[in-house]
């Protein structure tokens, strides 16, 4: 899913400070946490990755009722882009990826398509 893959990509350019490489987050975060949100890795790595982000961190990303959701805690720049993802994911059909025109369609689970691909799901039925 585009949108999501580029609001988790904005999303860690703002958590971290500019004028650090891309790379030297990437091995913080991996000492840090070990690429798990559940777990601490190297402690010493969790507390600069904590002075760094401002304790920023994203900790899921799931979709609920047709509804895109990062869980986290966020600054106020962060809530925006994702609130603009949300958005742009409910006007999109998650099935052919048009946008505009699209519904919540309930069929077993929730989802949001456009017209046609929610008569080719209610056809399969
Ligand atoms: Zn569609």
Not at 48 to 71: F, H, N, P, S, V
Not at 73 to 85: H, L, N, P, V
């Amino acid at each position: 899913m585009p949108i999501v893959t580029k609001a988790v990509a904005d999303i860690e350019k703002h958590m971290w400070p500019q004028w650090l490489p891309w790379y030297v987050c990437n091995l913080i975060h991996w000492l840090a946490t070990g690429n798990s949100v559940v777990r601490i890795k190297y402690r010493w790595a969790f507390n600069l990755r904590q002075r760094l982000t401002k304790g920023q961190m994203i900790t899921d990303i799931k979709e609920k009722y047709a509804t895109l959701r990062i869980y986290g805690s966020f600054c106020s720049e962060i809530d925006e882009i994702i609130k603009q993802a949300v958005r742009a994911c409910n006007e999109t059909c998650q099935e052919c990826g048009c946008k505009g025109a699209v519904d919540r369609v309930y069929a077993g689970w929730v989802y949001n398509l456009c017209a046609r691909c929610s008569r080719k799901i209610s056809d399969d039925e």
